[in-house]
């Protein structure tokens, strides 16, 4: 699963009729950087249950849920936390329970406008509104801050229009 350019992922689903050896999941927590002292742990083995989850400061790192399908319906709410790279301190316990929606309200991650750099129109939006000066120094401002329309310049166009479209912030 890409997402962006400097924060990436990788997502792995598999399916088997019964639960897997001990040995592969085990393969599979090393390769995900979720075993020991550094990952939260959830098992339940009669159930072939097992999540785990890496914070990295306070934000989600890593996560891997196995077991039957409703026992892994929380990657969804999970990916997105992933993603933005917000704060998971505020889940705490939510982040190991096989829940369908997130305990609390996640923000809405928004339109992606810079695939390079993950930046989202909000933080664009957020940015616009702090900066001052003509288009061109806006542009260069969001440039600057945010990475973004600096790698392959797809996102220029929107960059420019979403400039275009906020009022300088002024002094």
Known sequence: MP??????????????RGAPPAE?????????GVRGAAALHYADPGRGVR???????ESLDAALLSGPAD???????L?????????????GKWLLLPSSRPPRN????????????????????AELSQTEGDADTRLG?????????TNCGSCLPELRRLVRGHAPATA
């Open 106 to 125: 996640m923000p809405a991650p928004g339109h992606q406008v810079c695939t390079c750099f993950n930046v989202r129109e909000h933080q664009i939006e």
């Open 79 to 91: 990916r997105e936390l992933l993603e933005s790279a917000a704060s998971a301190r505020p889940y």
């Open 51 to 57: 999540r785990a989850v890496r914070l990295a400061g």
């Open 141 to 149: 401002a969001l440039q600057e801050r945010l990475k973004c329309g």
């Open 24 to 32: 592969l999941l085990a393969g599979i927590d090393a390769h995900f």
């Open 71 to 77: 026992s892994v319906v929380a990657q969804g709410w």
């Open 3 to 16: 997402f962006g350019r400097e924060r990436t992922g990788l997502l792995l689903r598999a399916a088997a």
